[in-house]
């Protein structure tokens, strides 16, 4: 249809789209800049890139990225409103926020390249002036070219699914938190109680997003080579006794049961990676277990290591699943998680120097058990 109006360029068209984003986004989130940690505001900044390289191509992904990134270190990064880094880890989180940017950004543009390539060849065969067979046999040549395109390196495909599946796990605690945020913004009077609930609820769904975004910055430091544990003396009940405190509201309709002695030897590892990887086992039970049902966490002295176990009431693991589920990536019976959680707890258990296997539960479930070193003063890790 012809409307009399040349239609702007795509490149433009993503990158006009990819700045307003970035300017509405960054004047919702200026909203909460005190109340949340620099990972909420790093995840909604990376997908403005994306939506431009829908609309454009890599050069208009490239340009908003690089201007995510400026807002993303002007804006959210102590100290606020300022081009100045105090901390080493602040300039770590800048890089690795343009780094995702980009890769983000480049991979939607190849798919939508592709896209574009698909329709245009369409259109092409569509017009050519040839008899039914000839258009069935070049329609059949260029599904046949477009599906070798379509065969990426296996770390490209990796990349797309894990787009896909950020994307989705984004949409739950983005939609909580926008929704009682016009809320309070709202003329609806509320009670003190009633405020303070949905207070906690934004800061539980940015605690959500906080370890979406630490799990893809540790799969990014396992992906380098550079997932060093950093170990000290750590108090394993009480360390699983605080993870299973963050994860309330994924558990909160399931018993959860924690069997840990307080005299547990004292146990030699990075207590922020163990954390993650208890973190990460409890939110999997939580996906994979019946409401009402009960996630029990236990931990027992192994020789030099102690033993740590989460084990669930669900539907388990197949025997033919139980090596694959730990590879980045893997998804295993519908699951719609960014399938990188197991692979990041293989990857922190195997830097201290233990294992991490699956097996069944008693009485049906899934039973996750790693091992953890017991402390010595003059232990050093493996290389």
Same mark, same amino acid.
């Given at each position: 249809?012809?409307?009399?109006?040349e239609?702007?360029?795509?490149?433009?068209?993503?990158?006009?789209?990819?700045?307003?984003?970035?300017?509405?986004?960054?004047?919702?989130l200026?909203?909460?800049?005190?109340?949340?940690? @620099?990972?909420?505001?790093?995840?909604?900044?990376?997908?403005?890139?994306?939506?431009?390289a829908?609309?454009?191509?890599?050069?208009?992904?490239?340009?908003v990225? @690089?201007?995510?990134?400026?807002v993303?270190? /002007?804006?959210?990064?102590?100290?606020?409103?300022?081009?100045?880094?105090?901390?080493?880890?602040?300039?770590?989180?800048?890089?690795?926020?343009?780094?995702?940017?980009?890769?983000i950004?480049?991979?939607?543009?190849?798919?939508t390249?592709?896209?574009?390539? @698909?329709?245009?060849?369409?259109?092409?065969?569509?017009?050519?002036?040839?008899?039914l067979?000839? @258009?069935?046999a070049?329609?059949?040549?260029?599904?046949?070219?477009?599906?070798?395109?379509?065969?990426?390196?296996?770390?490209?495909?990796?990349?797309?699914?894990?787009?896909?599946?950020?994307?989705?796990?984004?949409?739950?605690?983005?939609?909580t938190?926008?929704?009682?945020?016009?809320?309070?913004?709202g003329?609806?009077? /509320?009670?003190?109680?009633?405020?303070?609930?949905?207070?906690?609820?934004?800061?539980?769904?940015?605690?959500?997003?906080?370890?979406l975004?630490?799990?893809?910055?540790?799969?990014?430091?396992?992906?380098?080579?550079?997932?060093?544990?950093?170990?000290?003396?750590?108090?394993?009940?009480?360390?699983?006794?605080?993870?299973?405190k963050?994860?309330?509201?994924?558990?909160?309709?399931?018993?959860?049961?924690?069997?840990?002695?307080?005299?547990?030897?004292?146990?030699?590892?990075? /207590?922020?990676?163990?954390?993650?990887?208890?973190?990460?086992?409890?939110?999997?039970?939580?996906?994979?277990?019946?409401?009402?049902?009960?996630?029990?966490?236990?931990?027992?002295?192994?020789?030099?290591?102690?033993?740590?176990?989460?084990?669930?009431?669900?539907?388990?693991?197949?025997?033919t699943?139980?090596?694959?589920?730990?590879?980045?990536?893997?998804?295993?019976?519908?699951?719609?998680?960014?399938?990188i959680?197991?692979?990041?707890?293989?990857?922190?258990?195997?830097?201290h120097?233990?294992?991490?296997?699956?097996?069944?539960?008693?009485?049906g479930?899934?039973?996750?058990?790693?091992?953890?070193?017991?402390?010595?003063?003059?232990?050093?890790?493996?290389?």
């Amino acid at each position: 249809m012809d409307s009399g109006r040349e239609l702007p360029h795509p490149r433009l068209a993503g990158m006009s789209v990819g700045a307003a984003l970035v300017a509405a986004s960054t004047a919702v989130l200026l909203i909460e800049r005190d109340r949340v940690t @620099a990972a909420g505001p790093a995840l909604v900044l990376v997908l403005p890139g994306a939506v431009a390289a829908a609309l454009g191509d890599r050069i208009s992904a490239a340009v908003v990225a @690089a201007g995510s990134t400026a807002v993303f270190g /002007y804006f959210f990064l102590p100290p606020f409103d300022s081009w100045k880094i105090l901390e080493a880890a602040d300039f770590v989180a800048i890089i690795l926020f343009a780094i995702v940017a980009l890769i983000i950004g480049e991979l939607t543009a190849r798919e939508t390249e592709g896209r574009r390539t @698909a329709e245009a060849r369409t259109d092409e065969l569509e017009e050519l002036p040839e008899s039914l067979a000839a @258009a069935q046999a070049d329609r059949a040549r260029m599904i046949s070219e477009l599906d070798k395109m379509a065969d990426m390196t296996i770390v490209d495909h990796q990349r797309t699914a894990l787009l896909r599946s950020v994307s989705h796990d984004l949409r739950t605690p983005l939609a909580t938190i926008r929704a009682v945020a016009s809320d309070l913004r709202g003329d609806t009077p /509320y009670d003190d109680q009633t405020r303070r609930d949905l207070i906690g609820l934004v800061g539980d769904e940015a605690e959500r997003l906080d370890r979406l975004v630490a799990n893809l910055l540790s799969m990014s430091r396992v992906e380098a080579g550079a997932f060093a544990p950093e170990c000290q003396a750590v108090d394993l009940p009480e360390l699983l006794a605080t993870s299973i405190k963050r994860v309330r509201r994924p558990l909160h309709d399931r018993r959860v049961e924690l069997d840990a002695s307080e005299d547990l030897p004292l146990v030699d590892v990075d /207590y922020t990676q163990v954390d993650q990887v208890v973190t990460n086992l409890l939110e999997n039970a939580a996906r994979h277990s019946p409401p009402r049902s009960t996630v029990r966490v236990s931990a027992r002295p192994a020789g030099d290591f102690v033993q740590v176990a989460v084990e669930d009431s669900g539907t388990g693991v197949l025997p033919t699943e139980r090596t694959r589920v730990f590879e980045a990536f893997h998804h295993s019976g519908g699951s719609r998680s960014t399938g990188i959680g197991l692979a990041i707890c293989k990857a922190v258990v195997e830097a201290h120097g233990g294992t991490i296997r699956v097996a069944d539960a008693a009485g049906g479930g899934a039973r996750f058990m790693f091992t953890l070193p017991i402390h010595h003063a003059s232990r050093a890790l493996p290389t």
